[in-house]
């Protein structure tokens, strides 16, 4: 079993917290919890889920295929449908087991929704 | 590495979900959310655990032996202590780790309590 | 694959409760949620975070190098920086991924954070 790998695509902008942005082992990947709120060009806050996934699965070498279970924490529940498109979109069919529950509120500032994901990976 | 299998014993019935009911990639299972609440002959909501993740196990030729973790999210506090008869009948002596935390809500609708678990299977 | 093993330093005191403190399966660990609160001398409540998991990692024969992820519920967004301290003396350099949510309530009476984790073993 090979030693526990930081994922870290963003490097020193890490230093100081006390998380790694993903976490691989052997061929599984644990994904930190991500902020998918972004600001639209009217500063209007939207929903862009997968950027921040993408960069960890590209330096992980693994795809979206690779993720098998995510969690959604969202504080309204209007916002949750609009999480859909986004799945649909970074999965396609292969969607992976989820839970989605509404929380009291999340720590990134501002955001709607968070999500945290594991993956297994080919090898 | 064998890939990746969506577990869903209601096939059609999933069409235009954004997530799989359960997820197995090797001997790994990972078991979506499930709303553990329904209704009785009075139409009173009552907990009653542990169906559908039974039918995610056959789907997937594993046993409540195999979960290894679950997560359970409720409402309120008082309906945890519902909850430990339903997971003594499920789990008999071999309890997973476990985590319950109260949540603002569920996506559910009139959902009391969800559960979300990790299997481990022999093979 | 092994089968599964109940990871319980604490006996008898489980005895009646319907979660393992962990589960060992193979060589990945689950660690059950777990409240991080004490109170000091003064009859404050303050966070102590990594005794329990200690006792826990110390009977399964692993370490806090082994934990690739943990996810971190607390009652109050204030109370969130407080767990950063613990994380760097418990973690060193070597910080899982990580999920940290506002949740409305933890089940342990006076809990002020939980904590839940994943650890995958040398062997």
Known sequence: MSKRQAINPWGE?????????AVRRGNM???????ATMLDENGRRVIRGG???????DEA?????DIVWTCEYITTKEG??????????IFG???PASTGIVVKDL?????????????????
């Open 61 to 65: 070498g693994a795809t979206f295929d």
């Open 51 to 57: 950027f921040i996934e993408q960069m960890i699965l």
């Open 80 to 89: 949750y449908k609009a999480t859909a498109q986004v799945r649909r979109e």
């Open 13 to 21: 902008a890490f230093k100081g917290l006390t998380f790694a942005p």
């Open 93 to 95: 069919d292969n969607f």
């Open 107 to 123: 720590l990134s500032r501002d955001a709607l929704i968070e999500m945290d994901a594991v993956a297994i990976l080919d090898k």
């Open 29 to 35: 990947l644990f994904i930190s919890g991500t902020d």
